[in-house]
């Protein structure tokens, strides 16, 4: 069992950055994938990055690819998503989610997941 608590979202205006951070509990999230997806009001939920358990691989949402990057610590329990240049269109609820057989790009693909955190980027 994972539990996971996103923070770091907020106000920003666009062309700025922000680092979201995902804290799980756990004494087995370094074998665990890691996602980030976000959810902006009447859309589906995207899929934005993934890390698999090593942080050896990512892979990312075209809309986000060269602006965002996930990174991971497992020795804290922590996964980052640090997001640059940001765009009005990048305003949304921001998940992070994890599972301990996969690092996909479909939310089917994830068994755990976080409340999220709003970020939301003025233009």
């Known amino acids: 069992q994972v539990q996971l608590v996103e923070s770091g979202g907020g106000l920003v205006q666009a062309g700025g950055s922000l680092r979201l951070s995902c804290a799980a509990s756990?004494?087995?999230?370094?074998?665990?994938?890691m996602g980030w997806f976000r959810q902006a009001p009447g859309k589906e939920r995207e899929f934005v990055a993934a890390i698999a358990w090593s942080g050896g691989s990512t892979h990312y949402g075209d809309s986000v690819k060269g602006r965002f990057t996930i990174s991971r610590d497992n020795a804290k329990n922590t996964v980052y998503l640090q997001m640059n240049s940001l765009k009005p269109e990048d305003t949304a609820v921001y998940y992070c989610?994890?599972?301990?057989?996969?690092?996909?790009?479909?939310?089917?693909?994830?068994?755990?997941w976080g409340q999220g955190t709003q970020v939301t980027v003025s233009s």
């Open positions: 989610a994890a599972d301990p057989d996969t690092y996909g790009s479909s939310d089917d693909d994830y068994d755990y």
């Open positions: 756990g004494r087995t999230f370094g074998s665990y994938g």
